[in-house]
Nanobody, 116 residues
């Protein structure tokens, strides 16, 4: 019954910004690990950013460090990904993820396209 819905994607020029949102429902997820992955055309899905299960630590793939920031609002059961200084290589479908009792759940994805 876990449901994740991503939003906030779109088409932006290089150097622009987007803020992705992932609204979770079915239960509260404040004590679970949540994060973001992305999948570019012809490539495998890759890790982008996540919280530790405790929510006290964050992790980022090297290519987005200093540009992306993951945050969460437990009251709204929502996780965000603030993306600044976007590059064409950031173009991908971005997926929200939560791990509950050893099972990974995914949203439907939101398209981010960055033009030169």
């Amino acid at each position: 019954q876990v449901q994740l819905v991503e939003s906030g994607g779109g088409l932006v020029q290089a150097g622009g910004s987007l803020r992705l949102s992932c609204a979770a429902s079915g239960r509260t997820f404040s004590s679970y690990a949540m994060g973001w992955f992305r999948q570019a055309p012809g490539k495998e899905r890759e890790f982008v950013a996540r919280f530790s299960p405790s929510g006290t630590s964050t992790y980022y793939v090297d290519s987005v460090k200093g540009r992306f920031t993951i945050s969460r609002d437990n009251a709204k059961n929502t996780v965000y990904l603030q993306m600044n200084s976007l590059k064409p290589e950031d173009t991908a479908v971005y997926y929200c993820n939560v791990r509950v009792q050893g099972i990974n759940y995914w949203g439907q994805g939101t398209q981010v396209t960055v033009s030169s």
